[in-house]
Nanobody, 127 residues
């Protein structure tokens, strides 16, 4: 069992930046693949980015490539999402998630692949 807590959300103008953090409890964080998803009102939860347990493999949604970067610090039990050049369409609740099975990152692009979820953090981008 792992508990995930997101932070770093807020209100930002278009073109601005935010860095989200997701802190994990327990001593097994380094064995989990980690992902970021987002959900806008009235829409399904969508994949944003994921990173392998070692940090050596990354995968991102096309909509955020070149703007968002996922990273992790296993010594701090934390995964990050650096978001630059934010757009109003990035407005959503952002969730981090953990996957136990350590599947290849290009195969873990849907919420059902993940075992644990945080409570989410709101990101609002104004135009």
């Amino acid at each position: 069992q792992v508990k995930l807590v997101e932070s770093g959300g807020g209100l930002v103008k278009a073109g601005g930046s935010l860095r989200l953090s997701c802190a994990a409890s327990g001593n097994t964080f380094s064995s989990y693949n980690m992902g970021w998803f987002r959900q806008a009102p009235g829409k399904e939860r969508e994949f944003v980015a994921c990173i392998s347990w070692s940090g050596g493999n990354l995968y991102q949604a096309d909509s955020v490539k070149g703007r968002f970067t996922i990273s992790r610090d296993n010594a701090k039990n934390t995964v990050y999402l650096q978001m630059n050049s934010l757009k109003p369409e990035d407005t959503a609740v952002y969730y981090c998630a953990a996957q136990r099975r350590r599947s290849a990152v290009w195969t873990i692009l849907t919420p059902r692949e993940y075992d644990y979820w945080g409570q989410g953090t709101q990101v609002t981008v104004s135009s």
